[in-house]
């Protein structure tokens, strides 16, 4: 089927979408080959196969979140009776280590299943020379490669701010993970979820985040949600510089960076210094090295949009994952877009992927996890008069022994407010947040309404079980503290 050209289908990407494209394809009879080339940060920082998330992505980021945590659980195990050491401290190098050791058994276990399963992999920097034909730019040469279908799976990096001093002396997410060195006391500028999360976790390791925020905390989520995160990390004594944006990095001779910054509102310019500089300023992109003029693709921003079928603008070139323009940059909305799309390319499928109510994490001390609409989306779309918010402040069980804070722990559910009262959003901020939600995402998607939510018996004692509580309306103004 795929005439003279080398390969029914290359994917130019090796990672969460790219993959999941290239295998499936396989699976269903076309000869594939799968293109990822990663190039260096300006530091030096790189990595092997399998993108972002498990190099420099989801996957680092969970394991330093989890270590963080059971810092917070040793001190917490001393008031539930364990005589633990309570000067225990993190060493940075063996968590680096131990993360990087786990990154790198990933790689091999993809190149391997790659191979089983017949893909080629090409270790090349992919970029079109015309629209069948792609130059592979590879350690022994460039590698001239056509194809019938091509998918661009090729994510995003991170953005470094346009002022002096950013790229030499700052670092981001892409170094952070593996960072030879321990972070100290951290400028994290951005307020967005990478941001949020960085900060989390480095005061859970014991160093001394700051956040830069230069409007709102996590634009994109419900903002009631994302400010309660932000009071919850402020409580935990992670200080937020708030309409301030950084404007210089400079230094010093002792080799520790001063930050001069600017606070927007008042004009005032003031400066700190820092061991480290994490831009969190959010991802652009990566269309420049893939020359799409040749192949006649079009681009919007650094982004490229595609339709219902994940077609560009010239009929045999789709894209996936992070690259697409205007869907959520998360993992398993890459894996299952190539997926779908490798079934509908070679293996007669129809079904489309369907970017609507995916539910998400963010992974701060305190955890958030959301899916549906939020409250301000939700009032946008249907109006003030047709929505009910029913929400409450909870207890966790656990947290009482240790005295931990229950301030924050927080549930709301986003509803029509007449007719069937069809839930709309679903709003969580507790502990493991994440399991807490992917079974409510199911219930969201099936249709789940008000009465069935009250209707569903709850397992004691969980946190979760907090949305089968629910009976205060924000409309009511009743109090939406617990008693006790
Ligand atoms: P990528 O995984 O980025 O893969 C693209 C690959 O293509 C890369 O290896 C790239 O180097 C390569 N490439 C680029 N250009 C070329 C070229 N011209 N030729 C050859 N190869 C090329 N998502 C979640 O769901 N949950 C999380 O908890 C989460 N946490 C995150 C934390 C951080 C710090 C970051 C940065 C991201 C996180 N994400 C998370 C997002 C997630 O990592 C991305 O959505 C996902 O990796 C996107 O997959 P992708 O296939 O589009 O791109
Ligand atoms: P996001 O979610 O795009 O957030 C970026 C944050 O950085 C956000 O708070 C921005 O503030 C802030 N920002 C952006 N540019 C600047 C400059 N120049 N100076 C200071 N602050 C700035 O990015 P993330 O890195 O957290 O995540 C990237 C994506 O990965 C995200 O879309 C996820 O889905 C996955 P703003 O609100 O624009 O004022």
Redesign the pocket.
């Known amino acids: 089927q795929s005439g003279n050209y080398d390969y029914d289908l290359v994917v130019i990407g090796g990672g969460s979408g790219g993959l999941s494209c290239a295998k499936e394809a396989v699976a269903h009879g076309a000869r594939v080959a799968c293109l990822d080339f990663v190039k260096p940060t300006p530091i030096g920082t790189k990595w092997g196969v399998g993108g972002t998330c498990v190099n420099v ?1 989801c996957i680092p980021k969970k394991l330093m979140h989890q270590a963080s945590l059971l810092g917070e659980a040793v001190h917490e195990a001393a008031a539930y009776g364990w005589n633990v050491d309570d000067k225990i401290k993190p060493d940075w190098n063996k968590l680096v280590s131990s993360v990087q050791n786990h990154i790198k058994s990933v790689n091999w276990v993809t190149r391997v299943d790659l191979r089983d399963k017949k893909v080629e992999y090409i270790n090349g920097l992919g970029s079109f020379v015309d629209p069948h034909t792609l130059s592979a730019k590879l350690k022994s040469g460039d590698r001239t490669i056509t194809a019938q279908t091509f998918v661009i799976a090729v994510g ?1 990096r ?2 470094y ?3 002096p001093g950013a790229v030499e002396y700052g670092i981001t ?1 892409d170094d952070l993970f593996s960072l030879d060195r321990e972070p100290g006391k951290t400028l994290v ?9 960085c900060a989390g976790f480095l005061k859970g390791l014991g160093y001394e985040p700051t956040v ?9 989520f419900d903002q009631q949600m994302a400010n309660l995160v932000a009071a919850s990390m402020e409580e935990r004594g992670i200080p937020f510089l708030r309409k ?3 404007l210089s990095v400079e230094k010093q001779s002792d080799g520790r960076l001063l930050v001069k910054y600017e606070n927007t509102e008042t004009g005032e310019i003031d400066s700190d210094v820092f061991d480290t500089v994490l ?5 652009k992109g990566l269309v420049e090295d893939l020359n799409l003029h040749n192949a006649g693709v079009l681009t919007h921003k650094d982004k490229i949009q595609v339709d219902c079928e994940e077609t560009t603008n010239v009929p045999h070139i789709y894209a996936v994952g ?1 690259i697409i323009y205007g869907k ?3 993992t398993p909305v890459a894996v299952l877009a190539g997926r779908l799309l490798a079934r509908r390319l070679y293996a007669d499928s129809d079904l489309r992927m369907d970017y609507a109510d995916v539910a ?1 994490t963010v992974f701060t001390p305190l955890e958030y996890a959301c899916v549906g609409l939020s409250e301000e989306d939700a009032v946008k779309t249907y109006g003030a008069e047709e929505i009910e918010v029913f929400h409450g402040y909870y207890k966790p069980t656990e947290f009482f022994i240790p005295q931990k804070s229950v301030r924050y722990c927080y549930v709301k559910a986003v509803a029509q407010r007449s007719g069937e009262q069809r839930v709309y959003g679903l709003h969580y901020l507790g502990p493991v947040a994440g399991e807490v939600i992917q079974g409510f995402a199911a219930a969201l998607k099936s249709g789940l309404t008000i009465p069935t939510l009250m209707n569903t018996v709850g397992i004691h004692p969980t946190t979760a079980e907090e949305f089968t509580r629910l009976s205060i309306t924000k409309r009511s103004g009743l109090d939406p503290t617990p008693a006790s």
């Open positions: 992505g995003g991170p953005r701010p346009n002022i997410s500028v951005g307020a967005g979820y990478i941001g949020l999360e830069m925020v230069r409007s709102i905390v996590l634009r994109g301030t944006v950084p831009w969190a300023i959010g991802r992070d959520p940059e998360l998400t």
